[in-house]
């Protein structure tokens, strides 16, 4: 049950000059190709992190804090290294000797945070690494890890960020003089102006975003070699931006890059998760050199949940929203407060990757957000699926279905009356970021007649007389993809980043094998397949001849600074430096052939069927192999200016301007998929349980390179969705202890939790990009939204309670059933 549609838009703001080259046929682009990564996978000969062992190597398993703040008054390793099998310890006074704290991307105060490898002094959080314990086998690194004794002095713990910053509130961080880690305000257009010209004003007094995350399969792990000869650590892991963690472990551990190599082959999922294991593979990497052998870490599910890569919780306070009575929306004002947990591993970029996308999806040209960051006694955040785009859009999508609940208008019309419209793109946000293309209203539609919107008066008629409330609800966003790091310098001034980059290598070896190398690191996005249909399509050969090296190595010379897997680029950022770096392979063998054939110029040259022939005569032809063995290996008198390799290097810089740092203005990311979600829910009145009964998923990710890849994206972000609207919390008890530690507790849906899902898109493609491509499978807000939307239109006739929090299980239903007043009066209009 598909539509495919390809808009078309005029254009508003140009976009940059693409070079005219004469493009061969397209042949797999397009294309649903079997994906070349499931042969090792489904037959169980994938290679993931804990897949690698060495003779010899040591197990680790972390000492953890039981609470959740505290000084550290003594600590004794030694009955720990007296038991057998025990190779060593580590503790956080050890590595403040021999490390620096890691670079603070904040500004102060949160500049000046001292964040270590281990706890040094005090402990932060339930379950912050302090020691670290290596033996023989993980389970006498376990049991030997319960003989360190450690004795602490209590501090009372703050585990909600609201009042974070009162006074009395014991500091986190002494050094940054209290809890407020980073703090901004964002201003475009005229406010005033706004409200003036409104008829009404929608007060919303607090909207909430809940803690969860995405739990990949596999956790995080990593076994790491020092050769001491070299003074290198080899780190096999599965951290999915070694980029980042190089940036962030080389001057803290005092080498340079080139003593750090990063290897991966297959991993679990990261959905953000991944980036932050730095500190972890630090102490890995000082291990492995304190005890001269191999060390493995894998991490328990439960130190996951309790210690890695919470997704940011957020509050939006004292909201204010102009709008005209027929709905259309002018501007709105609002107070943004993040909790960051103990420890700013990433942050506080959450302060402004949502400005990628400060409108949502809407023409709103007149913006205040005032955004807070502050730690708390919690695990840390990192980024997860959607990284903090998808708290400002739930948040958007929000005020839309409130400003139409208390207009009594539909909220159907309200979107398209306030959706950015086709004609209009590409479109500049009143901050400077530019909408490439996409047609969301038809996208809307496209979702509305899957779940078939013509018979919604019946089916709620129907599910009535059942006994049950019918709500249906809609959830608009977008997928902002390759990222401008230059934003970063609206947190911190002082930062020396901007732009974006990424490596690919295409070489044709010496028997005629056409081999590329990523500078990416996939966690199961089809890296390989979509690489390689880009590949055979310029080279005129079959995906069959594409050789895609699995996974990433930093050896291979094939990365850059900003090389992983995250932000929905891939598909921009990757593939462009696969066709750069094919495109200049693809010349070169025309150059070649054209000395080879006695000078035929490269134009009257083509590439087909796995050879470079002459266009006239296409019997004269010369097999990939045969040019690879004539430059490989017999390449006597070949012209000495030749200068043809047939081994390209080629690295894709996207067109980014450094954005204007003191007005907060510029393009922060390159692409904009969109996403659609229509969820219909029914709910038992008497107990708040509730059923997704039909659901809807739209896409636009551009063109699409192989759609059936593209439908996995969206599938799996839906699930994510699901989870994380109708189960999925990390819940803390006043103490700091995380209520949901584990899958005893945190309930990840699995297939029979599914509801029947359909799904459809459109294709506009961006032009912006060198394939039409954009990021996408960051989508999931859209579902977060659309469910809470379709249990606030069920409850309409149960007392009209509106939903102002995104983590609604069924006994938060069952309170709104039970007293709708609570949230009602948090909203109110009155007149501008």
Not at 431 to 436: A, E, F, H, L
Not at 701 to 728: S, W, Y
Not at 750 to 774: N, Q
Request: net charge negative; aromatic share 8%; hydrophobic share 40%.
């Amino acid at each position: 049950m598909t539509s495919s549609t390809t808009t078309s838009s005029t254009t508003t703001v140009a976009p940059p000059q693409q070079v005219e080259t004469e493009a061969p046929a397209e042949t797999w682009k397009g294309q649903n190709v079997p994906r070349k990564e499931d042969k090792r996978l489904v037959q169980g000969q994938g290679v993931f992190v804990d897949d690698v062992k060495r003779h010899g190597m040591g197990y680790i398993h972390f000492v953890r804090s039981p609470y959740a703040h505290a000084h550290i008054t003594s600590l004794d390793v030694s009955k720990a290294e007296a038991a057998p099998g025990v190779y060593g310890t580590l503790t956080g006074e050890e590595v403040a000797s021999l490390t620096d704290p890691f670079f603070q991307i904040s500004s102060v105060p949160g500049a000046h945070v001292k964040d270590y490898a281990l706890a040094v002094g005090k402990v932060r959080y339930v379950g912050e690494a302090i020691v670290a314990v290596v033996a023989e086998t993980r389970e006498l690194a376990r049991d030997a890890s319960e003989l360190v004794e450690i004795e602490y002095e209590p501090i009372a713990p703050i585990t909600d960020a609201r009042h974070a910053q009162e006074e009395g509130v014991p500091a986190i961080h002494e050094e940054a003089g209290g809890n407020l880690m980073w703090e901004g305000t964002y201003e475009w257009g005229d406010l005033d102006a706004a409200f003036a010209e409104a008829d009404k004003i929608v007060k919303i007094d607090e909207l909430h975003f809940h803690r969860f995350n995405s739990t990949p399969l596999e956790t995080n792990g990593a076994l790491v070699e020092f050769n001491r000869g070299v003074g290198q650590w080899t780190i096999h892991t599965n951290n999915q931006f070694p980029g980042f963690a190089a940036i962030m472990m080389g001057p803290a551990m005092r080498t340079g890059l080139d003593k750090l190599r990063f290897v991966t082959q297959d991993i679990g999922g990261g959905f953000g998760n991944k980036i932050t294991s730095h500190p972890q593979l630090v102490a890995c990497c000082l291990l492995a050199r304190k005890l001269n052998r191999p060390v493995q870490w894998t991490e328990w599910r439960t130190d996951f949940h309790s210690s890695m890569s919470h997704g940011n919780e957020r509050w939006f306070h004292d909201t204010e929203v102009a709008v005209k009575a027929d709905g259309t929306l002018l501007g709105f004002r609002t107070k943004a407060l993040d909790d960051a947990g103990a420890w700013l591993r990433y942050e506080p970029l959450g302060g402004v990757i949502w400005a990628q996308v400060t409108p949502g999806m809407y023409r709103w040209r007149h913006i205040k957000l005032e955004f807070t960051q502050v730690a708390t006694n919690k695990a840390p955040v990192s980024p997860n699926r959607g990284y903090s785009r998808m708290q400002h859009l739930w948040f958007t999508e929000r005020v839309i279905d409130i400003v139409a609940a208390e207009l009594d208008l539909d909220p159907v019309e309200v979107r398209k009356k306030n959706y950015i419209r086709a004609e209009d793109m590409p479109y500049e946000t009143p901050n400077g970021c530019v909408y490439d293309s996409g047609d969301y209203a038809k996208m809307l539609d496209v979702g509305l007649d899957l779940i078939g919107w013509d018979k919604r008066e019946e089916r709620r008629a129907d599910a009535a007389a059942r006994g049950k409330l019918l709500g249906i609800g809609i959830g608009s966003t977008l997928d902002s993809g390759t990222n401008n790091f230059g934003q970063s310098r609206m947190i911190n001034p002082e930062l020396q980043f901007s732009g974006n980059n990424e490596v690919a290598t295409v070489k044709l070896d010496i028997f005629g094998e056409i081999v590329v190398t990523l500078g990416t690191t996939p966690q199961g996005q089809g890296h390989e397949t979509t690489a390689a249909q880009v590949v055979a399509d310029i080279l005129q050969c079959s995906v069959d001849d594409v050789h895609v090296r699995a996974g990433h190595d930093s050896y291979w010379n094939s990365h850059a600074g900003f090389s992983g897997t995250y932000a929905s680029q891939f598909a921009v950022t990757g593939l462009s430096a696969v066709k750069g770096a094919t495109d200049m392979l693809a010349a070169e063998i025309k150059k070649l052939a054209g000395a080879v054939f006695g000078g035929v110029p490269e134009e009257a040259l083509e590439l087909a069927e796995g050879t470079v022939r002459i266009k006239d005569n296409p019997d004269a032809a010369l097999p990939f192999m045969a040019c690879g063995a004539i430059i490989n290996a017999n390449n006597a008198g070949l012209p000495e200016d030749l200068g043809v390799t047939l081994n390209c290097r080629y690295v894709y810089r996207p067109p980014f301007e450094v954005p204007d740092v003191e007005r907060k203005f510029g393009n922060l990311t390159l692409t904009y998929a969109a996403q659609v979600h229509v969820a219909i829910v029914e709910i038992d009145p008497e107990t708040g349980y509730y059923d997704i009964v039909d659901y809807a998923a739209v896409d636009d990710c551009g063109k699409r390179i192989n759609p059936q890849i593209v439908e996995g994206q969206v599938m799996g972000a839906t699930a994510q969705a699901l989870g994380g609207v109708m189960h999925e919390q990390f819940v803390y008890d006043e103490d700091g202890n995380l209520l949901t530690p584990n899958f005893y507790d945190y309930h990840v849906p699995h297939a029979l939790d599914m509801p029947p899902l359909k799904t459809g898109f459109i294709e506009s493609p961006s032009p912006f990009t060198a394939l039409g491509t954009k990021g996408m499978g960051e989508g999931g807000g859209a579902g977060i939204h659309a469910v809470c939307a379709a249990v606030q239109d069920a409850l309409r006739s149960q007392g009209g309670a509106i939903v102002v929090d995104s983590a609604n299980p069924y006994h938060t239903v069952w309170e709104m059933l039970q007293h709708p007043e609570r949230t009602k009066e948090s909203v109110r209009t009155v007149d501008a």
